[in-house]
């Protein structure tokens, strides 16, 4: 089996570190980050020899795949120069800060033929897979409504700890409408499989935070897919409030889930039954029902389980390795990025415009110009 070298752009992008140690025949060779210092601690903590602060310069080393955990702006041109020097690539959320730069990412994509895979790590948890798991054996019936909410103030992040500003300051706080829907619309849309989202509305109180940013207090978007379903998307990274950053909700015909929001609360389903008419159900633990989470979950290896988050850090590495040595597709590909991505930048939209409805474009390879652009 050939080896698969990887370079990892940007610190974050050491959360894949055990993941990619776990694999069999994947080897990290090279990091990139622009800070010098910050290069040569994590690469020395990882072990890692080939050092670049360009990431160019790393695209012309040997590495085989790349994964950009760089500022949200940089992802679009990292990955096409990455693409067109015929690397394969993993990128954090989201896949872009404009609708053009998403359509470029599509073009390049289809011409390049090299995998992209989007690292929405959220839809990774036990959680949101044993959800996923029990919408398939038709437990909650047909879905039609979910609920996904991110509450992360990032006030403290506006400013790195040097004093000089960060990239949030302008790529997150410094636009309006949802910046980072992905957290939330990921995990949902697996509970409605199949489905695409085709239009969005979003709503927000306006900014009535104190310290300076353009950043609505809040944004709660309207998704309508295009089998008649309803996603009520809430993000919000200003206002005070403790963090809760994977709260979900589905609704469908015969059940409904309600995760946990805080500490001792637990996640929910109900269905119903026999001895649970749909007038009198009560909730159950989803956990109890764990029979049901995918076997390689049940089965992870205590190697695979230490990567993280209850073995989801490992398997989307693993989706990623797979796809790059061609056993299957990309598990989130950048059609899917897109339109979850779109969601938000439309989003800015929408919200600036007295909540206008618009349409989501339908990402797919080799799509007609006309659709290529913004529907007012
Ligand atoms: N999936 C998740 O759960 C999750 C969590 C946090 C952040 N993120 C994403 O990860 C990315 C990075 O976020 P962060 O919080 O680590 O940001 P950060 O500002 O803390 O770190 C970014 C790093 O990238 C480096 N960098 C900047 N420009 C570069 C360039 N052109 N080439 C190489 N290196 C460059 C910086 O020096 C810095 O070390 C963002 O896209 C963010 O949305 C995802």
Known sequence: MKTIKVGIAGTRGLSTLKGFRSIEGVEITAMCDLDEDHLNEAADKMGVEKRFRVFDDMLESDIDAVVIATPMQCHVPQTIAALEAGKHVMSEVTAGVSMDELFWLCECVDKYKKVYMYAENYIYTPTVQLVKSLVEKGFFGDSYYAEGMYMHNTSNLL????GKTSWRSYWQDGVRGNFYPTHSIGPVMQWFPGEHITEITTFSPGVRHPYGVKQDSGTTTMCRTDKGGLLNIRTDC??????????????????????KTHGNDFNRVSFIGEDSPSHSMQWKTLEDFGEYLPERYKNASPDE?????????FFIVKDFIDAVRGEKAPAIDVYTACEWTAVGLLSGISVTNNSKTLEVPRFRPD???????IKI
């Open 238 to 259: 200003t206002s005070p409030h403790p963090h809760n950053m994977d709260y979900y909700h589905l609704q469908g015909t015969k059940g409904a889930f309600r995760s």
């Open 305 to 313: 389980l230490a990567a993280g988050h209850g073995g989801g850090d």
């Open 367 to 373: 799509m007609p110009l006309d659709e290529k652009r």
């Open 159 to 162: 400013v790195y700890p040097n």
